[in-house]
């Protein structure tokens, strides 16, 4: 019974290993081969391979429009997750830090809003933007993404954990301010974890998806997530863009993966801190 539960645990473990990459797998091969190929039995032979063709007609396509996307999805991404991280670990640093009146009921609002689908919120943000007077702006798009209810929970926890009242009080006794203690003392020792909001951020806002479709309707400011949907509904009545969506969809994926390869030492660590003391 014994060899059997192991077997059993084994083959799972195999399953959920794999089952993630098939489809990865399937986008690396598509996107090598023409568009006939994409339709017919012979995805996985060694012939019709068109990459270089594939990747100079995406960047040619519409007057190189996917470029655009690339560059609007990296600008969001990149400089909301920073921002956003920063801003989240702050909060949950006051949280833990300050003392300040009802801090515990907004904390539990924090928390709430962790429940709430981004979905449902899209409505009013864009009855809020059109009041402004942003949509189909950047601001509409980069603005909302900056908020991150998990990354204030994430931020109390860790500067539970990391960053001693000792030692915040002795840069207080040396005259320190709250702004450069903060910065300077208590940053340093939250370790990794913006790290990890940031990667969480950065995750959330690559893929953004119904945000951008509703607020958005000039595409040269449109991100990748919604450029391709718009290329792939038009693939149905014009099919030489079934190459190009593929190819796209490959390239959309490697910033992702460069970054969780190149930040895993910290976000592994960044998800276990604070919860051991």
């Known amino acids: 019974m014994g060899r059997a539960t192991a077997r059993a ?55 190189g429009q996917y470029g655009r996307w690339y560059v609007n999805s990296l600008l969001h991404a990149v400089l909301g997750a920073a921002v956003g991280a920063l801003v989240s670990v702050a909060c949950g640093y006051a949280f833990d830090k300050y003392r300040f009146r009802h801090k515990e009921k907004l904390f539990g609002l924090a928390l709430a809003a962790v429940m709430v689908p981004q979905t449902v919120l899209v409505l009013p943000l864009y009855l809020v933007a059109s009041e402004v007077g942003v949509v189909n702006t950047f601001w509409a798009v980069f603005i909302p993404v900056l908020f991150n209810p998990f990354g204030v929970y994430l931020g109390r926890i860790l500067s539970q954990g990391h960053a001693p009242d000792e030692v915040l009080e002795a840069a207080r006794i040396d005259g320190v301010g709250a702004l450069t203690t903060y910065f300077r003392v208590a940053l340093r020792m939250l370790g990794p974890g913006p790290v990890t909001v940031f ?68 976000w592994r660590s960044g998800l276990t801190a604070g919860a051991v003391k």
């Open 199 to 266: 990667l969480f951020q950065l995750t959330a806002i690559w893929n953004n998806f119904f945000l951008p479709m509703v607020m958005l309707s000039d595409q040269n400011l449109y991100p990748i997530s919604l450029g391709l949907y718009t290329w792939n509904s038009s693939a149905s009545v014009s099919p030489e863009y079934y190459p190009v969506v593929v190819m796209g969809s490959l390239l959309a994926v490697v910033p992702l993966i460069l970054v969780f390869a190149l930040l895993q030492r910290f």
């Open 9 to 63: 645990v084994v083959g799972l473990s195999v399953l959920y290993t794999v089952l993630p990459v098939l489809p990865v797998l399937w986008l690396v091969l598509a996107a090598a081969k023409e568009r006939d190929a994409l339709f017919g039995s012979d995805l996985l032979s060694l012939t019709g391979f068109a990459f270089l063709d594939n990747l100079s007609g995406l960047f040619a396509l519409e007057g």
